[in-house]
């Protein structure tokens, strides 16, 4: 049976295009070596099967002989080694790459997406199995996300990566070192990863997909030096060229500093894909007209947290203007809206730039963040209040901030098991349960202006979840949107 999924595994290979026949002899080669099999036999029959079964396959023969412990971390690091078999090599990519990229862009990007895809670097039937939805809000369609394709890891594998040498190669997740390596049990196999090398302002940068993918074509831009996160003009020049040599994507960069910031402060990177979020089709709702820059469009956005958009045909103006934006939001205090630069020397203030081309122009966002704490809101003042960590209680990041809410894996039991509660005892019935009894309040309140039964409770909790997210937005803005607060987000603009 195994020389049937090994031959099904090479069969994959030549239908997607990873290997060519004259690859074949030598792809069941190195799967039998992977699997430390010496002798193969031409299966009569080839099993028409999916990935995900061929693999599994393979993985549970690998299980049973000893090859490998039966735990998710184990078998996620050798499929990978059996994916690498089937992967080209890194100059072939390269080569390929550039190639599309000659006849344009959008065909470059389309096939090494594919690529990332085929090869299982991009896990397509775990992606699926996230679960996806638009929710309606005075913002827009903000999309909604249950992030089920990262695995958990076992407790085993817990105690072997604790125990596990700690080692310094790769640097981190995103440093090119990654592309070929093996991976151990505190560190993602990565035979089947993939990097575009791209000049960006001059400088050696990588372009790769991640391998979790939150919406189309999720791709990252990194630094290939390990260099910290810095927003700087710099930052914006980088921005502008990469869109103006991908203009079909938008690029945008988390923040610098830590709870507003993204989850590798340590590397350089953007994040980046063929997306429209709802902070993208967001209008402008006020327009600025800044001394020095009548050439450039300013206006404050519709949106929940607190954006300037920039637009005009000249990047580097652009640039430059974000630059004085940046540096006046840095020193800039307020403490009538309870902003402040620093205290006790601990700088608050920095910018979530996006960057894209829009209908001819560069477009440019600069979300105002603050990462300043108190006693009340220990995690952050302009971060989810306690309040919402029923729902979401993760830091707010660059996919958070464009609309994208990626809430976690513990939600796809609870709502199941809330709506099965509310449906048949009522919303109240949640405060005897020890682990829904934090969404008692919540529920309690929209069952009170809302008719909810056994059809509706699951379309009913999609869309107040949706609502909490707008309020998770809304308690990330620096400048909340009543009167008071657009009056001093338009204190801080008519002072640049």
């Given at each position: 049976?195994?020389?049937s999924?090994?031959?099904?595994?090479?069969?994959?290979?030549?239908?997607?295009g990873?290997?060519l026949?004259?690859?074949?002899i030598?792809t069941?080669?190195?799967?039998?070596?992977?699997?430390?099999?010496?002798?193969?036999?031409?299966?009569?029959?080839?099993?028409?099967?999916e990935?995900?079964?061929?693999?599994?396959?393979?993985?549970?023969?690998?299980?049973?002989?000893g090859?490998?412990?039966?735990?998710?971390?184990?078998?996620?690091l050798?499929?990978?080694?059996?994916?690498?078999?089937?992967?080209?090599?890194?100059?072939?990519?390269?080569?390929?790459?550039?190639?599309?990229?000659?006849?344009?862009?959008?065909k470059?990007?389309?096939?090494?997406?594919?690529?990332?895809?085929?090869?299982?670097?991009?896990?397509?039937?775990?992606?699926?199995?996230?679960?996806?939805?638009?929710?309606?809000?005075?913002?827009?369609?903000?999309?909604?996300?249950i992030?089920?394709?990262?695995?958990?890891?076992d407790?085993?594998?817990i105690?072997?990566?604790?125990?596990?040498?700690?080692?310094?190669?790769?640097?981190?997740?995103?440093c090119p070192?990654?592309?070929?390596?093996?991976?151990?049990?505190n560190?993602?196999a990565?035979?089947n990863?993939?990097?575009?090398?791209?000049?960006?302002?001059?400088e050696?940068?990588?372009?790769?997909?991640?391998?979790?993918?939150?919406?189309?074509?999720?791709?990252?831009?990194?630094?290939?030096?390990?260099?910290?996160?810095?927003i700087?003009?710099?930052?914006?020049?980088?921005?502008?060229?990469f869109?103006?040599?991908f203009?079909?994507?938008?690029?945008?960069?988390?923040?610098?500093?830590?709870?507003?910031?993204?989850?590798?402060?340590?590397h350089?990177?953007f994040?980046?894909?063929?997306?429209?979020?709802?902070m993208?089709?967001?209008?402008?709702?006020?327009?600025?007209?800044?001394?020095?820059?009548e050439?450039?469009?300013?206006?404050?956005?519709?949106?929940p947290?607190?954006?300037?958009?920039?637009s005009?045909?000249?990047?580097?103006?652009?640039?430059?203007l974000?630059?004085?934006?940046?540096?006046?939001?840095?020193?800039y205090?307020?403490e009538?809206?309870?902003?402040?630069?620093?205290?006790?020397g601990?700088?608050?203030?920095?910018?979530t730039?996006?960057?894209?081309?829009?209908?001819?122009?560069?477009?440019?966002?600069?979300?105002?963040?603050?990462?300043?704490?108190?006693?009340?809101h220990?995690?952050?003042?302009y971060?989810?209040?306690?309040?919402?960590h029923?729902?979401?209680?993760?830091n707010?990041g660059?996919?958070?901030?464009?609309?994208l809410?990626?809430?976690?894996?513990?939600?796809?039991a609870?709502?199941?098991?809330?709506?099965?509660?509310?449906?048949?005892?009522?919303?109240?019935a949640?405060?005897?349960?020890?682990?829904?009894?934090k969404?008692a309040?919540?529920?309690?309140?929209?069952?009170?202006?809302?008719?909810v039964?056994?059809?509706n409770?699951?379309?009913?909790?999609?869309?107040?979840?949706g609502?909490?997210?707008?309020?998770?937005?809304?308690?990330?803005?620096?400048?909340?949107r009543t009167?008071?607060?657009?009056?001093?987000?338009?204190?801080?603009?008519?002072g640049?």
């Open positions: 049976m195994i020389n999924y090994i031959a099904a595994l090479a069969e994959y290979g030549l239908k997607t990873l290997i026949p004259e690859d074949r030598f069941v080669n190195s799967i039998l070596g992977a699997l430390g099999l010496d002798e193969y036999e031409e299966p009569e029959k080839i099993p028409q099967a990935l995900e079964e061929i693999l599994g396959k393979l993985l549970d023969f690998a299980c049973e002989k090859i490998i412990e039966n735990s998710i971390v184990y078998r996620d050798f499929d990978t080694k059996l994916m690498a078999c089937l992967t080209p090599r890194p100059s072939e990519v390269i080569a390929k790459f550039k190639a599309d990229y000659s006849e344009s862009p959008e470059a990007t389309d096939n090494f997406y594919k690529l990332s895809r085929d090869t299982d670097y991009i896990r397509r039937y775990r992606i699926a199995r996230d679960i996806k939805w638009k929710s309606e809000t005075e913002y827009g369609e903000l999309d909604i996300t992030n089920l394709s990262k695995p958990e890891k407790p085993k594998a105690a072997a990566a604790k125990n596990a040498r700690q080692s310094g190669y790769p640097k981190c997740l995103l070192e990654n592309v070929g390596y093996a991976g151990r049990v560190h993602p990565r035979q990863h993939r990097i575009i090398p791209v000049s960006i302002t001059g050696d940068w990588g372009f790769q997909y991640s391998p979790y993918v939150y919406y189309n074509e999720h791709c990252i831009l990194f630094n290939c030096k390990h260099t910290p996160m810095v700087d003009k710099k930052a914006f020049d980088k921005l502008f060229d869109v103006r040599q203009p079909h994507y938008f690029i945008g960069s988390n923040a610098d500093l830590p709870i507003v910031g993204g989850s590798i402060l340590s350089e990177h994040q980046g894909g063929n997306y429209t979020f709802a993208a089709k967001a209008p402008v709702e006020k327009e600025y007209a800044i001394k020095g820059y050439d450039i469009r300013v206006g404050r956005v519709k949106w947290m607190s954006v300037i958009r920039l005009g045909s000249d990047s580097a103006r652009l640039s430059e974000a630059d004085k934006i940046l540096t006046s939001w840095r020193a205090t307020d009538t809206a309870f902003i402040y630069a620093e205290t006790d601990e700088p608050h203030n920095t910018i730039p996006i960057a894209r081309k829009k209908d001819g122009l560069f477009e440019l966002d600069l979300v105002l963040r603050n990462n300043i704490t108190t006693e009340e220990p995690l952050g003042v971060h989810p209040h306690a309040e919402l029923h729902i979401k209680k993760e707010i660059l996919i958070e901030v464009m609309g809410a990626v809430l976690p894996a513990r939600l796809k609870e709502m199941e098991a809330l709506e099965k509660t509310i449906a048949e005892k009522g919303a109240a949640l405060r005897d349960d020890a682990e829904l009894s969404h309040d919540w529920a309690e309140e929209f069952c009170s202006r809302r008719t039964t056994a059809d409770v699951s379309e009913v909790v999609r869309e107040e979840i609502k909490v997210f707008a309020q998770v937005l809304e308690h990330a803005g620096v400048y909340k009167p008071e607060g657009m009056a001093a987000f338009d204190r801080f603009v008519s640049i």
